[in-house]
């Protein structure tokens, strides 16, 4: 008789998390803390045929989680970080502003060189919140498991159902459910954050006490460039005059100045000026040249050339081309050089290429060598998930939670919203966020509950040390202020 061979199924996965002690002194203040580090796996509930089939495991997610020895659960806030992309891990908030170690990568014109530094955070935001980051999917060493698609994960509510799943079960699984709770996020992750905002009141009834928004887009229609859609160059234009100052072209003017001129411009000439189309007069349209020109740095030909209508990757390149030079798009402060200075866009973002080998570095080695954590798979910075990610929910429409945000903060009037603007940010332009804020479907009463800040740097403000330092403390009182406790 011949044996028949029964298929071995593969070993369910299993949760490798990695606790490990700390201790930091925080402004004299001795803080002992617990670190865990590792995967967290995800399972649905399977039902086929009205029949329950157990939970089936769809991904592992990378997480790292401080918490304070000896705290009253009942009093500690705790706050969910995570950066944006989509495609970006935790490593940015994670290494650069908010926990306990951070990286030391220098600043514009005088960066650290490999292999870079690490040290204590004497500013962490865990001297007034435990802090968990979460990596999405195919993002850090999260991945999906084991017969899953990967892809199932790469769009807006997708990603949405895992991260609010990994905040459930960490909550119940740490008894926090009566914590404040706070979420951050960063760029992309503040349109997941305004989302998930809603998300965890309606799914699961968890009410936040506070968001901190930094580098906030909460509408994509504030930063699209699309044919006969001149909203985002006029939203845009404030931050091509900061730049421009902060490499000399508007001479010993006032950065405060030339924001004031250019807000004013581009919510009233400007948006005129674009609407006229071919109606514009010829003075008219001199004018607004020579205004666009001068707030820019471009020269009256550029601006005259590309129909008054200044892209921002063309800026980027543009500006200092005269030097050979480019600017960068997540901070504006930066400059690098191209192959060659006949190029309509930058081949690479010089900010980007500034702090990816510090924070990607500094990682690795934080995991395994002091957090105990090691894991084959490569830490994903930065992943390409972003080309195939899924938007199917807006189809037809632009992308936006700004109506998620709305209808959170009037179901939970105690909702308080810190955003973090930084002046030389060419991804996400403080003018932009600042629109869409002024209209949010709220109660007038409700606006008190939106606090801003500004800084002198780019898309990560805390690259630049006294940013750094400002926002750490401006990110603790807000926690003091709205944990309710």
Not at 206 to 221: H, K, P, Q, T
Request: hydrophobic residues 35%.
């Amino acid at each position: 008789m011949s044996e028949e061979k029964t298929e071995e199924k593969p070993e369910s996965p299993s949760d490798d998390l990695v606790t490990t002690q700390h201790s930091i002194t925080v402004k004299g203040r001795e803080l002992n803390y617990t670190a865990t580090t590792g995967r967290v796996v995800l399972r649905e509930e399977v039902i086929k045929d009205g029949v329950f089939e157990g939970h089936k495991p769809k991904a592992e997610v990378f997480l790292t989680a401080y918490t304070l020895d000896g705290a009253d659960p009942l009093k500690r806030p705790v706050t969910f970080a995570f950066n944006g992309g989509p495609g970006s891990a935790s490593v940015w908030l994670h290494m650069g502003l908010l926990g306990p170690r951070r990286v030391l990568s220098g600043d514009v014109g005088d960066l650290t060189p490999p292999p870079y530094g690490i040290a204590d955070n004497e500013e962490t935001l865990l001297a007034e919140s435990d802090l968990v980051f979460i990596d999405p999917v195919s993002t850090g060493f999260s991945r999906a498991a084991q017969g899953e698609k990967p892809g199932s994960f790469h769009g807006y509510q997708p990603d949405i159902d895992s991260i609010a799943e990994i905040i459930r079960l960490w909550t119940s699984r740490n008894g926090r459910w009566m914590s404040p709770k706070f979420l951050c996020g960063e760029s992309y992750g503040t349109l997941r954050a305004a989302g998930l905002a809603e998300h965890l009141q309606k799914k699961h009834g968890m009410y936040l006490n506070g968001l901190m928004l930094i580098s906030s887009v909460l509408d994509f229609a504030t930063l699209e460039f699309n044919e006969g859609h001149d909203l985002a160059y006029t939203l845009f234009l404030p931050t091509y005059a900061a730049i421009a100052h902060y490499h000399g072209l508007h001479g010993d003017r006032p950065l405060e100045e030339v924001l004031a001129e250019a807000e004013e411009f581009a919510v009233r000439d400007y948006p005129y000026a674009l609407a006229r189309g071919n109606r514009l007069s010829d003075v008219e349209r001199a004018a607004t040249i020579e205004k666009l020109a001068r707030l820019t740095g471009l020269s009256e030909e550029y601006v005259d050339a590309v129909d008054l209508r200044i892209e921002h990757i063309r800026f980027f390149t543009e500006l200092l081309r005269r030097d050979r030079r480019t600017v960068g798009r997540i901070d504006g402060r930066f400059t690098g050089w191209d192959t060659d200075y006949g190029r309509e866009g930058i081949s690479a973002d010089p900010s980007i290429d500034a702090i990816l080998g510090p924070y990607s570095a500094t990682l690795n080695h934080y995991l395994h060598a002091e957090l105990g954590y090691s894991n084959d798979l490569p830490y994903e910075v930065l992943s390409r998930v972003i080309e195939q990610w899924s938007y199917k929910e807006f189809e037809g429409r632009h992308v936006t939670t700004a109506g998620k945000l709305s209808a959170a903060m009037r179901a939970n009037p105690h909702l308080k919203v810190h955003v973090a603007f930084g002046w030389y940010d060419g991804a996400t332009p403080y003018f932009a966020a600042e629109h869409l804020l002024a209209h949010l479907q709220i109660p007038k009463e409700l606006t008190a509950n939106i606090e801003s800040a500004y800084y002198p740097a780019g898309h990560m403000m805390y690259v630049h040390e006294p940013s750094r330092v400002k926002q750490s403390e401006d990110l603790a009182n807000f926690v003091r202020s709205s944990s309710n406790t």
